[in-house]
């Protein structure tokens, strides 16, 4: 069976740092493309960073900078390492595995990328 | 604000069709790339429902269906159940942004 299980929530205070960790299993982390989003309370989506199967890695302008997506093949795990934590980033952190189609609009082609497979979350609370 | 724009609510009674629509913009939907849906039960994950349009991954039932033209695209429902109940949220790819971008989500209430 194909899961994602998210570690590593948890209170911190702001300016503090956090990892968090998503566990794969049924497929390898490594082969696919895997996105952490997450969900403030009583609000919607959020992407907020991707990472390639060829390791290229890339983040939504809220956390470039303070946030660094990585994984470990070894153990089929992805992680986001949160650094410069605010009390805006306070959420729910879903990791979740990607897929991606081209389609070619006018002759020009257009990667569509969506999560197949979430895990049941992880809540970060920033507060002091 | 949401970069893809959908209604916060709307609602029918069991049996009935409904609608919800995602408006984008020529950087995102309309300028080609794919809409999917996601459905969020109340106190879960979400869960993929339409993805590429309108394909339905194995075992969404063919009540729901997904629809795109030019800047819009749209999520029906028919044959309201009560279990229908939940969020329901459009995604796609804005090339302006260079990410993936959500719309705000809208609550489906059945009556």
């Known amino acids: 069976e194909v899961q994602v299980v998210e570690t590593g929530g948890g209170l911190i205070q702001p300016g503090g740092s956090l990892r968090l960790s998503c566990a794969a299993s049924?497929?390898?982390?490594?082969?696919?493309?895997m996105s952490w989003v997450r969900q403030a309370p009583g609000k919607g989506l959020e992407w907020v960073s991707v990472?390639?199967?060829?390791?290229?890695?890339f983040y939504a302008d809220s956390v470039k900078g303070r946030f660094i997506i990585s994984r470990d093949s070894s153990k089929n795990t992805l992680y986001l390492q949160m650094n410069s934590l605010r009390a805006e980033d306070t959420a729910v952190y879903y990791c979740?595995?990607?897929?991606?189609?081209?389609?070619?609009?006018?002759?020009?082609?257009?990667?569509?990328?969506?999560?197949?497979?979430w895990g049941q979350g992880t809540l970060v609370t920033v507060s002091s | 604000q949401s970069v893809l724009t959908q209604p916060p609510s709307v609602s029918g009674a069991p049996g009935q069709r409904v609608t919800i629509s995602c408006t984008g913009s020529?950087?995102?939907?309309?300028?080609?790339?794919?809409v999917h849906w996601y459905q969020q039960l109340p106190g879960t994950a979400p869960k993929l429902l339409i993805y590429?349009?309108?394909n339905r991954p194995s075992g969404v039932p063919d009540r729901f269906s997904g629809s795109k033209s030019g800047t819009s695209a749209s999520l029906a429902i028919t044959g309201l159940q009560a279990d229908d109940e939940a969020d329901y949220y459009c995604?796609?790819?804005?090339?302006?942004?260079?990410?993936?971008?959500f719309g705000g989500g809208t609550k489906l209430t059945v009556l």
């Open positions: 049924g497929f390898t982390v490594s082969s696919n493309y």
């Open positions: 995604q796609s790819y804005d090339s302006s942004l260079s990410g993936r971008v």
């Open positions: 020529s950087s995102n939907i309309g300028a080609g790339y794919d």
């Open positions: 979740a595995r990607e897929r991606m189609r081209m389609t070619m609009v006018q002759g020009v082609g257009r990667d569509s990328y969506w999560f197949d497979t």
């Open positions: 590429g349009n309108n």
């Open positions: 990472i390639f199967s060829v390791g290229s890695t």
